[in-house]
């Protein structure tokens, strides 16, 4: 794991629920839809924090997901790069996606060539 996924804030699938109202068995489904992404941390799956904005999975996400789970990255490269810094954005894919830049985030995908 590396240490820009070691400094955020994780939340179990539970809390997880409890914030966005729902069963579990939903945002499993959000998991497994890719609304959602997160890995197993400890014992528990867990998803990071800033997916959510107003109680909600973070607009952009899913469609940002599937260009890069599609390309060819695994989960773990794909968080790893949603939450590291990419020059083209200036700041992390994550950060412009929660700034509603959605469409600067998909062209940076495809500045990785995938």
């Not at 909600?56 to 794909?78: N, V, W």
Request: aromatic residues 6%; glycine residues 10%.
């Amino acid at each position: 794991m590396t240490n820009v996924l070691d400094s955020l804030n994780w939340l179990t699938l539970r809390e997880v629920a409890d914030l966005l109202g729902l069963p579990q068995g939903k945002v499993r489904r959000l998991v497994e839809e890719h609304s959602l992404l997160g890995m197993k941390r400890g014992r528990d799956y867990c998803i990071p924090a800033d997916f959510l904005l107003h109680d909600e999975p973070l607009a952009g996400l899913r469609g940002t997901l599937i260009l890069l789970l599609d390309g060819g990255f695994s989960e773990q490269e794909a968080l790893e790069w949603l939450f590291g810094e990419d020059e083209s954005l200036g700041e992390s894919p994550v950060s412009s996606l929660r700034r509603g830049r959605k469409t600067q985030v998909r062209h940076a995908v495809q500045l990785l060539g995938l």
